[in-house]
């Protein structure tokens, strides 16, 4: 059975940073690439980053690419965001979600979610 | 960015109604659609993948269909488990965008 565990989450000041983490297991983690998504309070989901299997290709969506960096350790079966600069719409949700192996593909499996709250 | 445009917001419908939503990119993206449920307080779940292929494990009365850039979820036969948000998404081209969502409320 796949399972996605995120953690990380917590209240942070604007201009803060922090890292959350997802816990993966029930699959061959380096075969699928990974992402991160987000859903801010009572608003639509919006996808934040990706990686490839190998950590070797990463994307991001323009409203957090240079302040967000997405990694994984295979070895240790981790997928990681490091969110820095953080802002107040930066608030949301955030879920890791499984991927595919290949070129396209959707996103199979979902964590619960850790909460990250940007305010002063 | 590709814009996906997701109707209708919310729709309202009983118990054994059949019901549409549909889901419009801003160009060509077929087949790499995928259509998600999500109940309040929960994850997403996959439902539709490439359009129109069943997840495992989702019931039958739930299709996906395509005509141009125009995507449609069918639910056949609403459940009462299926009052929720539905999602539409692209992975055609980074980076990937969700349509707005259509909550399918208890009329």
């Known amino acids: 059975e796949v399972q996605l565990l995120e953690s990380g989450g917590d209240l942070v000041q604007p201009g803060g940073s922090l890292r959350l983490s997802c816990a993966v297991s029930g699959f061959t983690f380096y075969s699928y690439a990974m992402n991160w998504v987000r859903q801010a309070p009572g608003k639509g989901l919006e996808w934040v980053s990706a990686?490839?299997?190998?950590?070797?290709?990463?994307y991001y969506a323009d409203s957090v690419k240079g302040r967000f960096t997405i990694s994984r350790d295979n070895s240790k079966r981790m997928l990681y965001l490091q969110m820095n600069s953080l802002r107040g719409e930066d608030t949301a949700v955030y879920f890791c979600?499984?991927?595919?192996?290949?070129?396209?593909?959707?996103?199979?499996?979902w964590g619960q979610g850790t909460l990250v709250t940007v305010s002063s | 960015d590709i814009q996906m445009t997701q109707s209708p917001s919310t729709l309202s419908a009983s118990v054994g109604d059949r019901v549409a939503i549909t889901c419009r990119a801003s160009?060509?993206?077929?087949?790499?659609l995928a259509w998600y449920q999500q109940k309040p307080g929960k994850a997403p779940k996959l439902l539709i993948y490439?359009?129109?292929s069943l997840q495992s494990g989702v019931p039958s009365r739930f299709s996906g269909s395509e005509s141009g850039t125009e995507f449609t979820l069918t639910i056949n036969s609403l459940q009462s488990d299926d009052f929720a948000t539905y999602y539409c998404?692209?992975?055609?081209?980074?980076?990937?965008?969700f349509g707005q969502g259509t909550r399918v409320e208890n009329k």
């Open positions: 979600a499984k991927g595919g192996s290949g070129t396209y593909y959707n996103l199979w499996d």
């Open positions: 998404q692209q992975y055609d081209t980074y980076p990937w965008t």
């Open positions: 160009q060509k993206i077929s087949p790499w």
């Open positions: 990686i490839s299997g190998s950590g070797d290709k990463t």
């Open positions: 490439d359009a129109s």
